[in-house]
């Protein structure tokens, strides 16, 4: 027997190694089957190569626990070591600098594990004792048994070991002892090894026997040696693809499409990328590609290899030349990661492209859940934009779809204003918005809808990239003003009979904290609705951002700020504009002609000062300023109270208004009640 000290510069390594490395304890088990499969794949070249001439037999690795001894084995019969090769590779870890390191990299076992070729060494993990126990393939090679506590000293002996190949046996640690149940080997072999490329069995199959569960002779194998990424998509159906799928994501409904990855140069990978259902959160969504390094699992988190919006995507990606076991920045800056994330996204839009040209049809019918990807990608990435340019879709409220080019050509003629911009109406909800959009239909308008999670953003990236475009919700304004084309003649309000009739309403329009009404009038022609509510463009669209990117946080603090419009042409505006003079022009009579003085004087006052240096203004002069300030305001209150007045008796008033708040959602609880008792009082 000899004994010797295992070749590492750090005192006591292992004690390091457990205790940084505590968070990811579990892929020892990846490590020891991978060092497995490694072995017997080692040993199949050889026998290619004729290096190797006995039988190699049926190549396997084998699992097992055992309880009572606090063991799990790694079995395989691959190329096994003689006592230099155990010598060379296990004993002399090149570690310098080791504290160094570990102390950096203390929360990321992979980086580590990977960087040091510490995989055989993550066992002690979860170890207080490890064996291997191995005969080499070579001629004559005599069987050797090495053995470490956890402390740099090792033993190394002669076995008794008669077939070739390696077991490494670990005493699992009293601390670990949840890895000695078998439900949770089971869990990790199949989160780790389920596709690696040579058969793992774990224990034997079982059956039912005499109302007992009894093991058959059958090996438990756990994987699947050849999972579908590693074949050619000629020889794959579209069943075997959803299959793989459903296999992957149980839960999950079937995906759209899929895209199927093989590439040789200049970097190597191969998988499957799914296009799945989004349903709601977006975010619930992301990290469920998982990454293989030559089919072994490493991760499920693939930021940094895959472009940001495609982690939206399902799917497996393997590729040997990812450095999977560096840290994540050390990932995002690796050139051959760069490369891989602009295939990715050519390949996706490649794909996309040809579905949109070959099937127009059957990608109109996935648009709807397609919609989100497309767009996440085109504001997220300008490369991908110039792509997606040419097949993403617009619908309509008529559900009908057009690319963006179409849907220029459609609108050009009708819906370009006097300027010579182009003006895009949409809706967000078909429901809340109908009358509007009937409005604008009428119009022969075409009205978008636009209710997709990622639409707000995406009208402000379209209104960049396209030339004199403006896009605009139908309730922004009133139909007149959405689109203004050549100025007509319809009648205007006189100013000041205008103002008065906005006071009215206006004085009696709810008070909230949250939201904000402002009253104008406008000629609308005597069809249209006598009262239309509308909300400003930018505001709106403002508040929107603001919910979905921080830093905004203050127009979300914002009220809603609606405008109240009076259509001047309808009859019963013009009826209480009528009725309202009438009844008020007594008690404004005396209070406008005190305005109209004082308005004068205001204006003398002002010519005097303009004419004067600011220092050659006297006190009086202010003085009497500030008074006329102050006569104008009273004046105008009293004014306000009597069209307050005549407002607040008037139940035309509060029924147009109630019948406008009503049309767009917003009459609610006691004024609902109060409009309903109202409206009965009124037909009885
Ligand atoms: P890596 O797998 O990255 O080389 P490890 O620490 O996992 O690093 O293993 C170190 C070396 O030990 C391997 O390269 C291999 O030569 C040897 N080894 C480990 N496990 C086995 C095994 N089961 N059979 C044969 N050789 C093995
Ligand atoms: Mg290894």
Same mark, same amino acid.
């Given at each position: 027997?000899?004994?010797g000290?295992?070749?590492?510069?750090?005192?006591?390594?292992? *004690?390091v190694?457990?205790?940084?490395?505590?968070?990811?304890?579990e892929i020892?088990?990846?490590?020891?089957?991978s060092?497995?499969?490694?072995?017997?794949?080692?040993?199949?070249?050889?026998?290619?190569?004729?290096?190797?001439?006995?039988?190699?037999?049926e190549?396997?690795?084998?699992?097992?626990?055992?309880k009572?001894?606090?063991?799990i084995?790694?079995?395989?019969?691959?190329?096994?070591?003689?006592?230099?090769?155990?010598?060379?590779?296990?004993?002399?870890?090149?570690?310098?600098?080791?504290?160094?390191?570990?102390?950096?990299?203390?929360?990321?076992?992979?980086?580590?594990i990977?960087?040091?070729?510490?995989?055989?060494?993550?066992?002690?993990?979860?170890?207080?004792?490890?064996?291997?126990?191995?005969?080499?393939?070579?001629?004559?090679?005599?069987?050797?048994?090495?053995?470490?506590?956890?402390?740099?000293?090792?033993?190394?002996?002669?076995?008794?070991?008669?077939?070739?190949?390696?077991?490494?046996?670990?005493?699992i640690?009293d601390?670990?002892?949840?890895f000695?149940?078998?439900?949770?080997?089971?869990?990790?072999?199949?989160?780790?090894?389920?596709?690696?490329?040579?058969?793992?069995?774990?224990?034997?199959?079982t059956?039912?026997k005499?109302?007992?569960?009894?093991?058959?002779?059958?090996?438990?194998?756990?994987?699947?040696?050849?999972?579908i990424?590693?074949?050619?998509?000629?020889?794959?159906?579209?069943?075997?693809?959803?299959?793989?799928?459903?296999?992957?994501?149980?839960? %999950?409904?079937?995906?759209?499409?899929?895209?199927?990855?093989?590439?040789?140069?200049?970097?190597?990978?191969?998988?499957?990328?799914?296009?799945?259902?989004?349903?709601h959160?977006?975010?619930?969504q992301?990290?469920?590609?998982?990454?293989?390094?030559?089919?072994?699992?490493?991760?499920?988190?693939?930021?940094?290899?895959v472009?940001?919006?495609?982690?939206?995507?399902?799917?497996?990606?393997?590729?040997p030349?990812?450095p999977?076991?560096v840290?994540?920045s050390?990932?995002?800056?690796?050139?051959?990661?760069?490369?891989?994330?602009?295939y990715?996204?050519?390949?996706?839009?490649?794909?996309?492209?040809?579905?949109?040209?070959?099937?127009?049809?059957?990608?109109?019918?996935?648009?709807?859940?397609?919609k989100?990807?497309?767009?996440?990608?085109?504001?997220?990435?300008?490369?991908?934009?110039?792509?997606?340019?040419?097949?993403?879709?617009?619908?309509?409220?008529?559900?009908?779809?057009?690319?963006?080019?179409?849907?220029?050509?459609?609108?050009?003629?009708?819906?370009?204003?006097?300027?010579?911009?182009?003006?895009?109406?949409?809706?967000?909800?078909?429901?809340?918005?109908?009358?509007?959009?009937?409005?604008?239909?009428?119009k022969?308008?075409?009205?978008?809808?636009?209710?997709?999670?990622?639409?707000?953003?995406v009208? %402000?990236?379209?209104?960049?990239?396209?030339?004199?475009?403006?896009?605009?919700?139908?309730?922004?304004?009133?139909?007149?003003?959405?689109?203004?084309?050549?100025?007509?003649?319809?009648?205007?309000?006189?100013?000041?009979?205008?103002a008065?009739?906005?006071?009215?309403?206006?004085?009696?329009?709810?008070?909230?904290?949250?939201?904000?009404?402002?009253?104008?009038?406008?000629?609308?022609?005597?069809?249209?609705?006598?009262?239309v509510?509308?909300?400003?463009?930018?505001?709106?669209?403002?508040?929107?951002?603001? /919910?979905?990117? *921080?830093?905004?946080?203050?127009?979300?603090?914002?009220p809603?700020?609606?405008?109240?419009?009076?259509?001047?042409?309808h009859a019963?505006i013009?009826?209480?504009?009528?009725?309202?003079?009438?009844?008020?022009?007594?008690?404004?009579?005396?209070?406008?002609?005190?305005?109209?003085?004082?308005?004068?004087?205001?204006?003398?006052?002002?010519?005097? /000062?303009?004419?004067?240096?600011?220092?050659?203004?006297? /006190?009086?002069?202010?003085?009497?300023?500030?008074?006329?300030n102050?006569?104008?305001?009273?004046?105008?209150?009293?004014?306000?109270?009597v069209?307050?007045?005549?407002?607040?008796?008037?139940s035309?008033?509060?029924?147009?208004?109630?019948?406008?708040?009503?049309?767009?959602?917003?009459?609610?609880?006691?004024?609902?009640n109060?409009?309903?008792k109202? %409206?009965?009082?009124?037909?009885?």
């Open positions: 027997m000899q004994k000290n295992i070749g590492v510069t750090t005192e006591n390594i292992f *004690p190694i457990k205790k940084f490395l505590y968070s990811d304890h020892f088990l990846r490590e020891i089957v060092n497995a499969v490694d072995a017997t794949q080692k040993l199949k070249t050889l026998a290619n190569k004729g290096e190797f001439k006995g039988e190699t037999g190549l396997k690795v084998n699992v097992s626990v055992d009572d001894k606090g063991t084995t790694v079995s395989d019969n691959g190329l096994g070591m003689t006592e230099e090769e155990i010598e060379k590779y296990i004993n002399q870890i090149a570690f310098s600098g080791a504290n160094d390191f570990l102390d950096k990299y203390k929360d990321d076992a992979n980086a580590i990977g960087h040091f070729g510490l995989g055989f060494y993550s066992s002690f993990m979860v170890s207080k004792k490890v064996e291997i126990n191995t005969k080499s393939y070579k001629e004559d090679a005599k069987a050797v048994k090495w053995s470490c506590d956890g402390s740099p000293a090792y033993e190394i002996a002669e076995s008794d070991k008669s077939n070739r190949g390696t077991d490494i046996i670990m005493y640690d601390d670990c002892k949840e000695l149940e078998k439900n949770k080997i089971q869990e990790l072999l199949n989160k780790y090894c389920r596709f690696l490329p040579v058969p793992v069995a774990f224990g034997k199959k059956e039912w005499d109302g007992k569960q009894v093991d058959t002779d059958e090996d438990n194998i756990i994987n699947d040696t050849t999972p990424w590693t074949k050619k998509p000629s020889d794959l159906k579209d069943e075997d693809y959803k299959k793989f799928y459903r296999q992957l994501y149980p839960m %999950s409904d079937e995906p759209l499409f899929w895209i199927h990855l093989n590439v040789d140069f200049p970097f190597h990978l191969t998988g499957i990328l799914y296009f799945p259902k989004i349903k959160n977006i975010e619930l992301r990290n469920k590609i998982q990454l293989y390094c030559n089919q072994v699992y490493v991760t499920d988190s693939v930021e940094g290899i472009p940001d919006f495609l982690t939206l995507l399902h799917g497996v990606i393997d590729s030349d990812i999977l076991n840290s994540r050390y990932l995002q800056s690796d050139s051959n990661v760069k490369k891989i994330s602009g990715i996204t050519k390949k996706v839009s490649d794909r996309l492209q040809s579905i949109f040209k070959n099937d127009r049809k059957d990608f109109e019918q996935k648009w709807d859940d397609l989100i990807f497309i767009n996440y990608g085109m504001l997220t990435q300008d490369d991908f934009y110039d792509k997606a340019k040419n097949f993403a879709l617009l619908k309509d409220c008529d559900g009908k779809y057009f690319t963006f080019e179409e849907y220029q050509t459609l609108i050009k003629d009708n819906q370009t204003d006097k300027e010579g911009q182009l003006i895009y109406l949409y809706a967000q909800d078909k429901e809340a918005q109908f009358s509007y959009i009937e409005t604008a239909k009428n022969g308008y075409n009205v978008l809808l636009l209710d997709g999670q990622l639409d707000t953003p009208v %402000s990236l379209l209104e960049r990239k396209f030339e004199k475009s403006r896009f605009t919700r139908v309730d922004a304004d009133v139909i007149d003003r959405l689109i203004v084309k050549e100025s007509d003649n319809k009648s205007v309000l006189e100013a000041n009979r205008s008065n009739l906005s006071a009215i309403f206006q004085a009696q329009m709810p008070k909230g904290e949250k939201t904000e009404f402002h009253v104008e009038t406008q000629a609308m022609g005597e069809e249209s609705m006598p009262v509510i509308t909300q400003s463009e930018y505001m709106r669209r403002m508040k929107e951002m603001a /919910q979905i990117q *921080p830093g905004m946080s203050f127009y979300g603090e914002m809603d700020m609606y405008n109240l419009v009076l259509n001047t042409d019963l013009k009826e209480v504009l009528g009725d309202s003079e009438a009844a008020t022009s007594e008690a404004l009579k005396p209070i406008e002609a005190e305005l109209k003085g004082l308005h004068a004087r205001q204006a003398i006052l002002r010519q005097q /000062q303009d004419q004067k240096k600011p220092e050659e203004i006297t /006190q009086e002069e202010k003085d009497n300023m500030t008074k006329c102050e006569d104008i305001d009273a004046q105008e209150k009293l004014k306000q109270e069209l307050a007045g005549y407002g607040n008796d008037n035309k008033v509060h029924q147009l208004i109630d019948l406008a708040l009503l049309q767009n959602g917003m009459l609610k609880g006691e004024a609902l109060n409009f309903v109202r %409206s009965i009082n009124l037909i009885k």
